[in-house]
């Protein structure tokens, strides 16, 4: 079993910044793909940025340049650095850890991202 939680969400003006950060215990394993994906009401959820166990990113065309994905050094705790935030980055942002060999995923609870114009 994985654990994942979320924090950092909140109300930014737009234009501002804010910092997600996600967090993964339990039967964590090194080679692991985390990532953060977003769903609004009525809208799919959709990827948003990635990282993978060789630390190379993925980003959805609508945040490349703006959003920047990382992680620590031992693989279980990913941030997502969100800037030149627009009204339309406003969603439920979720992370999800996924084991590579495994292919077993876990999602976190997600947390409210809200951009005013």
């Known amino acids: 079993q994985v654990y994942v939680v979320e924090s950092g969400g909140g109300l930014v003006q737009a234009g501002g910044s804010l910092r997600l950060s996600c967090a993964a215990s339990g039967s964590v394993f090194k080679t692991n793909i985390m990532g953060w994906y977003r769903q609004g009401s009525e809208k799919e959820r959709e990827l948003v940025a990635e990282?993978?166990?060789?630390?190379?990113?993925n980003y959805a065309d609508s945040v490349k340049g703006r959003f920047t994905i990382s992680r620590d050094n031992v693989k279980t705790t990913i941030y997502l650095q969100m800037d030149s935030l627009k009204p339309g980055d406003t969603d439920v942002y979720y992370c999800?850890?996924?084991?590579?060999?495994?292919?077993?995923?876990?999602w976190g609870q997600g947390t409210q991202v809200t951009v005013s114009s």
């Open positions: 999800r850890y996924r084991d590579f060999r495994s292919n077993r995923e876990y």
């Open positions: 990282i993978s166990f060789d630390d190379s990113p």
